[in-house]
């Protein structure tokens, strides 16, 4: 199992621009997380997904877009990105366990705009 | 307000020097605690989860305890291969109530 995976590991973007973040998993699980850390707080919740086609918004949605065709791809759209933007973005894959969701996260992607 | 505060935010030990660290809670309803492990670049990993007041788990040096108001991570006789942020979540409420600490820096030196 590759687990949860993520492209791609940098990038820059300019204001004003767009871009994709991907994200997959390939542990079957019905539940899909994007967060955004930075310095100093704690990770913080973009928008999340409970199966294919279901998608919320987090505590932080502003600028962001999300799709969930399949249950194995969770791709973030940035839709015009500002330097508030700028952070590092992780992906979770999660399934129910007792009264809570261990989650498994990707990698990261650490986004600079400038 | 449903909040999770780790302290201290950074933790310098000899290798062999056993400590704690502290994850303080204040939810409505707690339904699950979580420990993970974050190395530098990279993603949490997934360490612990607590339930329930009074309720221990262990891996290898590690040792998470749950009470009403807070959980700590036991480390006993730490290894450099420890050093690494380690974070602490609280479920809340449904999937997407889950609230982060800031995570404790830990530094093990031989």
């Known amino acids: 199992n590759a687990g949860v995976t993520q492209t791609p590991k940098f990038q820059v973007l300019k204001t004003g621009q767009s871009m994709t973040l991907q994200c997959a998993q390939d542990?079957?699980?019905?539940?899909m997380s994007w967060y955004r850390q930075d310095p100093g707080m704690g990770l913080r919740l973009i928008h999340y997904s409970v199966g294919a086609g279901i998608t919320d918004q987090g505590e932080v949605p502003n600028g962001y877009n999300v799709s969930r065709s399949t249950t194995e791809d969770f791709p973030l759209r940035l839709l015009s990105a500002a330097p508030s933007q700028t952070s590092v973005y992780f992906c979770?894959?999660?399934?129910?366990?007792?009264?809570?969701?261990?989650?498994?996260f990707g990698p990261g992607t650490r986004l600079t705009v400038t | 307000e449903d909040q999770v505060t780790q302290s201290p935010e950074a933790l310098r030990l000899q290798e062999g020097e056993s400590s704690s660290l502290n994850c303080s809670y204040t939810v409505s309803g707690l339904r699950g605690l979580f420990w993970y492990r974050q190395d530098p670049g990279k993603g949490p990993e997934f360490l612990f989860t607590?339930?329930?007041a009074g309720e221990e788990k262990e891996k290898e040096r590690l040792k998470a305890t749950l009470t009403k108001k807070e959980s700590f991570l036991h480390i006993t006789a730490p290894k450099p291969e420890d050093s690494a942020t380690y974070l602490c979540?609280?479920?809340?409420?449904?999937?997407?109530?889950?609230?982060f600490g800031a995570g404790t820096r830990l530094a093990v030196h031989p």
């Open positions: 607590l339930y329930s």
């Open positions: 979540a609280v479920q809340a409420g449904g999937y997407n109530k889950l609230i």
């Open positions: 979770a894959s999660s399934y129910a366990t007792g009264g809570g969701y261990e989650q498994y």
């Open positions: 542990m079957n699980h019905e539940y």
